[in-house]
């Protein structure tokens, strides 16, 4: 329990007889004395706000630091190879689980269609070929299919999440989410 001013202890001014600190105080009620400047709450503020900045930096440094890349630029490195991934695949790939790569996922596909925005230094860590037409990547979705009567699940790969059974014929063999980044080359690279 908070003593006065906010101290761990009894007001300093207890033993001078000070009168608010002798009597019981209700909540909310707390001594009529002024706080002096420099008391625990606005040193802890102050930490605070040093832990935030160290945090922000700490994160800064970790996206431009290529030892140590990001989820989403390992994400990013995954789907550049060409290769088509399920899930699975990219969560072993990139050290992650599903829950999160499902995740990141979803801003890996809007940072895809705002990649003309985006700077070639940007680019070059998540190892987007120079010779892509940057206008035309995609993050490809494609849904999981019944493989017994062909009925794909279209509003679960929105939501980029695989389906177990089928809801047409009952069926349990169903394909995984497939990903992949689609895009086109530049006019005049080779």
Partial sequence: MLGCHGFLRPCPAWTD???CCLRPQRAGEGCRMPRPSGTPASILAGLGMMINVARRSLRRSQEVSDDFPTS??????MLTSGEYHTLSSLAQGTSLSIQEVRHHLEHVIKQARSLKNKS???????SIPAD???????????????ERCTWEAKNAAKKIVSVKVCKKCGSRAMSPVIVSLECQKLQGSG
């Avoid at 070639?120 to 998540?126: H, I, K, M, S």
């Avoid at 993050?139 to 019944?146: I, K, M, R, T």
């Fill in 132 to 146: 892509w037409d940057v206008s035309s990547v995609r993050v490809q979705v494609l849904p999981s299919a019944c």
């Fill in 72 to 77: 989403r630029i390992r994400l990013w490195r």
């Fill in 120 to 126: 070639p230094e940007w680019r070059a860590r998540r």
């Fill in 17 to 19: 007889g000070h009168s």
